[in-house]
């Protein structure tokens, strides 16, 4: 069992930068266990992948939109894993979701998801 919470989220203006937070609570003190991946809704869309990390961090996955201008990173003694984004653009604009999963496939994880943290981008 996972219980994950984001935040960081906000309104920002297009160039500009936020990072997001994802705090998690797993049974057993297992996050270290689980790949972690962030996924977006735009308003009116399905959800997407944005970026995701194994479990050990040593590889990292991003969606071809955020490539260089988004990064992943966990801490697993913290149960964190940050979003950084930077360069804004408004079609960023979406709810930002957490995800924990032990064994994603690729980009589909089936796990937990957290509440979802809202990301608002002004042009």
């Known amino acids: 069992q996972v219980q994950l919470v984001e935040s960081g989220g906000g309104l920002v203006q297009a160039g500009g930068s936020l990072k997001l937070t994802c705090a998690a609570a797993?049974?057993?003190?297992?996050?270290?266990?689980?790949?972690m991946g962030w996924f977006r809704q735009p308003p009116g869309k399905e959800r997407e992948f944005v970026a995701s990390i194994t479990w050990s961090g040593d590889r990292t996955y991003y969606a071809d939109s955020v490539k260089g201008r988004f990064t992943i990173s966990r801490d697993n003694a913290k149960n964190t894993v940050d979003l950084e984004m930077t360069s804004l653009k408004p079609e960023d604009t979406a709810i930002y979701y957490c995800?924990?999963?032990?064994?994603?496939?690729?980009?589909?994880?089936?796990?937990?998801w957290g509440q979802g943290t809202q990301v608002t981008v002004s042009s």
């Open positions: 797993a049974a057993g003190n297992s996050f270290s266990t689980y790949a």
């Open positions: 995800a924990a999963d032990k064994t994603p496939l690729g980009r589909n994880f089936r796990g937990y």
